[in-house]
């Protein structure tokens, strides 16, 4: 049973450009989440996503959008790239459940210069 | 406003010594709590979760966790570690129907032979 994965594990990028990374799911759940982890900190929650649309947002901009796809999977767009978001994105699979547990990826790491 | 604390950023310890990793999290409202750990240039796995019943929870690798209502505590504890315990551990709330978790700073646990 695959765990939740996610591509690219890493990333360059330069200042004003845009990236697009990707998650796939643990088999079977249908909710995706993504936060970010900028280096030494905690995970801070970005978005969530389930049957397609967005459910719940943290506080980021509006150059922070996502997509879910029928098969569950999801991308996390970033336009207009800043050094500041130069983090590990970490992506978590569940059921749509508050009580439900957040299974996470390995994350990709974004280098923006 | 919802807040998670880690009072330790960093806590060395002599392998086969007990250690407690503390974490207190700000609500008046119904949670449900866990521990994650982060090995290097990894995504967080979970160790344990606390989402009703004995306020005494154990996980994997040994480790256990009390959450304490009164003090809004969830630390979490290990009798004996190991050098493979080396790694950095997050305390995460998910405040009731939040449908996300909220994480703290982070504790650098290092384990010295």
């Known amino acids: 049973d695959a765990g939740v994965t996610q591509s690219p594990t890493h990333l360059i990028k330069t200042r004003g450009q845009q990236v697009t990374l990707r998650c796939s799911p643990k088999?079977?759940?249908?909710?995706v989440s993504w936060y970010q982890q900028a280096l030494g900190q905690g995970p801070q929650f970005i978005f969530q996503?389930?049957?397609?649309?967005?459910?719940q947002r943290g506080n980021f901009p509006d150059r922070f959008s996502g997509h879910q796809f029928p098969n569950y999977s999801s991308e996390l767009n970033v336009n207009a790239l800043l050094l500041g978001d130069s983090a590990l994105y970490l992506c978590?699979?569940?059921?749509?459940?508050?009580?439900?547990?957040?299974?996470f990826g390995p994350g990709t790491r974004l280098t923006v210069l | 406003a919802q807040s998670v604390t880690q009072l330790d950023s960093q806590v060395p310890v002599f392998e086969e010594a007990p250690v407690e990793l503390r974490c207190n999290y700000s609500?008046?409202?119904?949670?449900?709590l866990f521990w994650y750990v982060q090995y290097p240039n990894q995504g967080l796995q979970l160790l344990l979760k606390y989402l009703s019943g004995s306020t005494l929870v154990k996980g994997i690798n040994g480790f256990e966790a009390e959450f304490n209502k009164s003090q809004t505590s969830f630390h979490l504890r290990k009798p004996s570690v190991h050098i493979s315990d080396t790694a950095e551990y997050f305390c995460a709330v998910n405040y009731q129907g939040a449908q996300k978790l909220v994480f703290g700073q982070g504790t650098r646990l290092t384990i010295n032979p």
């Open positions: 609500s008046s409202v119904s949670v449900y």
């Open positions: 088999s079977g759940h249908d909710t």
């Open positions: 996503y389930y049957e397609e649309e967005e459910r």
């Open positions: 978590a699979s569940s059921f749509f459940s508050s009580t439900d547990t957040q299974y």
